[in-house]
């Protein structure tokens, strides 16, 4: 069974860096792809980073680079989403995600093709 812990979430202020992390289980570490997503109250759910093992290739989506930085820890399972410079319009709620099989390049960005979710966490920047 697929599993995804994400932790991490909490109140900071604008400009102030945050760190998530997403514990995973339940699935071939050689063949999958997994991501950080976010989703902002009545909007729709947003690419923020993620990895394939097509190519090991971290992608971003536009309003995040440069900011967030997707990392990786294989002994421990687990994928960090470092946040530097965090803004009011990054509050959200962030969730991890993985497909059990590979997806080419970029499309790892697109949440339509994730298969498993984690349980999300909240982030709350105060200007």
């Known amino acids: 069974e697929v599993q995804l812990q994400a932790s991490g979430g909490g109140l900071v202020q604008a400009g102030e860096s945050l760190t998530l992390s997403c514990k995973a289980s339940?699935?071939?570490?050689?063949?999958?792809?997994i991501g950080w997503f976010r989703q902002i109250p009545g909007k729709e759910r947003e690419g923020v980073a993620c990895?394939?093992?097509?190519?090991?290739?971290?992608y971003y989506g536009d309003s995040f680079k440069g900011r967030f930085t997707m990392s990786s820890d294989g002994a421990k399972n687990t994928v960090y989403l470092q946040m530097n410079s965090l803004k009011p319009e990054d509050t959200a709620v962030y969730y991890c995600?993985?497909?059990?099989?590979?997806?080419?390049?970029?499309?790892?960005?697109?949440?339509?093709?994730?298969?498993?979710w984690g349980q999300g966490t909240l982030v709350t920047v105060s200007s």
């Open positions: 339940g699935f071939d570490f050689d063949n999958y792809a």
């Open positions: 990895t394939t093992t097509v190519n090991g290739n971290t």
């Open positions: 995600a993985v497909r059990t099989n590979r997806l080419p390049g970029s499309t790892c960005l697109n949440s339509i093709y994730y298969h498993h």
